[in-house]
């Protein structure tokens, strides 16, 4: 082959391996922004859960420089005074007018990479609730989020509390509002 035709022959070859190249990384760009979070919000989460005992974890999730409320969010699907029981509302102290204990004992991190930001233990009867016609919500923890950062909350259920199932429950990971 002369000379002038081999040089041609190598800069063709060249510029179709770069648009292949230039090709295969948009293409996996475009896979990467389909794999969207079906369950995180604008700045938070709601995901449907399971309150089997055991552990749950949000994919990483973007933030506001805010306060954020944790919480578990069951919908009015059995009778009121069972579901406040059984998550465990207690308007003061001297509560509990239940027959039962309540049913949520919860380990709880707040992860940003590798490192824990906050943690705690919610259990027992509680006065963190806030509710509405469509669901009773118990807060179980609060974090402040970092404008930029990606967070993981991972949920240790140590209760097996799967017959709270039946309410359709929802980890709500939000920015605080009024009275959270």
């Known amino acids: 082959m002369p000379r002038s035709a081999r040089g041609l022959f190598i800069c063709l070859l060249t510029l179709c391996l770069c ?7 948009t293409k996996s760009k475009s896979k990467s922004k389909s794999k969207r979070c079906a369950v995180c919000t604008q700045f ?12 749950v974890t949000t994919p ?26 059984r998550m465990g509302f207690a308007p003061d102290p001297s509560h509990p007018n239940c027959s039962t204990r309540p049913l949520i004992d ?6 940003d990479g590798s490192r824990i930001v906050s943690q705690g233990i919610d259990n027992g009867w509680s006065n963190r609730f806030d509710g509405g016609q469509q669901a009773l919500r118990r807060y179980i923890g609060f974090f402040h989020g970092q404008h930029k950062h990606k967070y993981v909350v991972e949920l240790t259920f140590i209760k097996n509390a799967s017959m709270l199932d039946v309410a359709k429950p929802h980890l ?7 009275g959270s």
């Open 172 to 178: 709500i990971v939000a920015i605080q509002g009024p």
């Open 44 to 55: 938070g989460i709601d995901m449907p859960i399971s309150l089997a005992a055991g552990t």
């Open 106 to 111: 919860v380990q709880w991190r707040v992860y």
């Open 19 to 25: 648009v292949s190249a230039a090709n295969a990384k």
């Open 60 to 85: 990483k999730f973007h933030v506001v420089d805010d306060d954020y409320s944790i919480a578990i969010q069951a919908q009015w699907s059995m009778p009121t005074s069972e579901l406040q029981c």
